[in-house]
T-cell receptor, first 113, second 117 residues
């Protein structure tokens, strides 16, 4: 069974606009990590942002922020002031402590100039 | 800062041949993970090692094996290659949670692209 679900295979945003990518996950654990990774055409996995489940405050990294709803098991990524370089595949990922990381199917983001 | 090093970056093999991928984790990282990413797919966990011992196993075919050596580098051996093994193979490393500057993040190498003809 898929632990991480990304329901949006593709998303599109106009340059300088804001876009939100959705992610839900399934777990019975109380302590874990959540991540968003970006994979550009080079296919390198680049960490965008991380969230520790025990922290209630949503993580932010410059133009990237998350909306973490632990009870709802939801972890969405908001990209503000979108740039052409943001175009990539975005993977939501879940990791239990000291275990492997599990990925969602990914969302392909297109940024229109 | 040192990153995860994978070699070779590209590899072309024929069906039924054998391939070996190498991974050099970040210094002082004690855990190595191998992932397989097929075209248009998300990375799938294959196997992991903690302190040179296999720690977890995912969807790794029986034709594949892996090990971690005393210098912490790891090798993924793939035999009787099939067309479906064509993929990008990632190695990632991390330090055990609760130790040092652990952030829960897996640090990924740039991947080894295997093409089976």
């Amino acid at each position: 069974a898929q632990t991480v679900t990304q329901s949006q295979p593709e998303m599109s945003v106009q340059e300088a606009e804001t876009v939100t990518l959705s992610c839900t996950y399934d777990t019975s654990e109380s302590d874990y990590y959540l991540f968003w990774y970006k994979q550009p055409p080079s296919r390198q996995m680049i960490l965008v942002i991380r969230q520790e489940a025990y922290k209630q405050q949503n993580a932010t990294e410059n133009r990237f922020s998350v909306n973490f709803q632990k009870a709802a098991k939801s972890f969405s990524l908001k990209i503000s002031d979108s740039q052409l370089g943001d175009a990539a595949m975005y993977f939501c990922a879940y990791r239990r402590y000291n275990n492997d990381m599990r990925f969602g199917a990914g969302t392909r983001l297109t940024v229109k100039p | 800062a040192a990153g995860v090093i994978q070699s070779p970056r590209h590899l072309i093999k024929e069906k039924r041949e054998t391939a070996t991928l190498k991974c050099y984790p970040i210094p002082r990282h004690d855990t190595v993970y191998w992932y397989q990413q097929g075209p248009g797919q998300d990375p799938q966990f294959l196997i992991s090692f903690y302190e040179k011992m296999q720690s977890d196993k995912g969807s790794i075919p029986d034709r594949f094996s892996a090990q971690q050596f005393s210098d912490y580098h790891s090798e993924l051996n793939m035999s009787s290659l099939e067309l479906g093994d064509s993929a990008l193979y990632f190695c990632a490393s991390s330090s055990t949670l609760g130790q040092g500057e652990n952030t829960g993040e897996l640090f990924f190498g740039e991947g080894s692209r295997l093409t089976v003809l």
